[in-house]
């Protein structure tokens, strides 16, 4: 049986990604991108914006605000319920800080100061950070227009795990670490 050709729809999940995008294949993706998107969470093909920025009225939308401390900006974009708030400002073109994007670490934390935000996946931080109003924008639903503000990474993983480090440092030994290392 000869292989058949992919069809033009099919094609961009069949192609080996590439790290560097040629201006051409790079504007050939983001008009696909513009038809659909299929996220993570639901594994459901979802609208997003078109080429006139409007949204498809079965999913709601929310206007999100991020001050962001570190640069001194302030970034306002329109994200759909189902979409992961990293995620659509990267399509927009905004740059937020992140590292792992699996909501894991506490690159992308902020804080929220008004709305709420679902956010089922993020492991980077407790429960009891949640209800302090901490969020990841790499795992993060909003389910309301929200306004966050960007966190210094250090400052959350203290408050994640300072407790646990509150001793002191710990003493390095030489002799355990050359036994654990089998004495290479």
């Not at 790290?19 to 993570?40: E, Q």
């Not at 969020?135 to 959350?156: H, K, M, N, R």
């Not at 993983?157 to 509150?166: D, E, H, K, S």
Request: with cysteine; glycine share 6%; proline share 5%.
């Amino acid at each position: 049986m000869d292989a058949q050709a992919l069809c033009n729809v099919c094609t961009p999940f069949h192609r080996k990604p590439t790290l560097f995008r040629s201006p051409i294949a790079f504007s050939n993706s983001l008009k696909f991108r513009r038809k659909m998107t299929v996220t993570s969470e639901l594994q459901t093909t979802t609208p997003t914006p078109s080429v006139n920025g409007a949204y498809s009225q079965s999913v709601r939308t929310h206007k999100v605000t991020v001050n962001d401390r570190q640069r001194g900006l302030v970034h306002e974009f329109v994200v759909p319920e189902d979409q992961y708030i990293l995620h659509t400002a990267e399509d927009q073109d905004i740059s937020l800080p992140f590292a792992c994007r699996h909501g894991c670490c506490t690159s992308c934390a902020v804080r929220i100061k008004s709305g709420e935000i679902r956010q089922p996946e993020a492991l980077g931080i407790s429960a009891e950070l949640k209800a302090k109003g901490y969020a990841l924008l790499c795992v993060g639903f909003p389910t309301s227009d929200i306004e966050v503000e960007t966190q210094d990474e250090d400052e959350v993983y203290w408050l994640q795990f300072g407790r646990y480090f509150a001793r002191g440092p710990i003493e390095r030994d030489d002799y355990a670490l050359e036994l654990a290392m089998g004495d290479e």
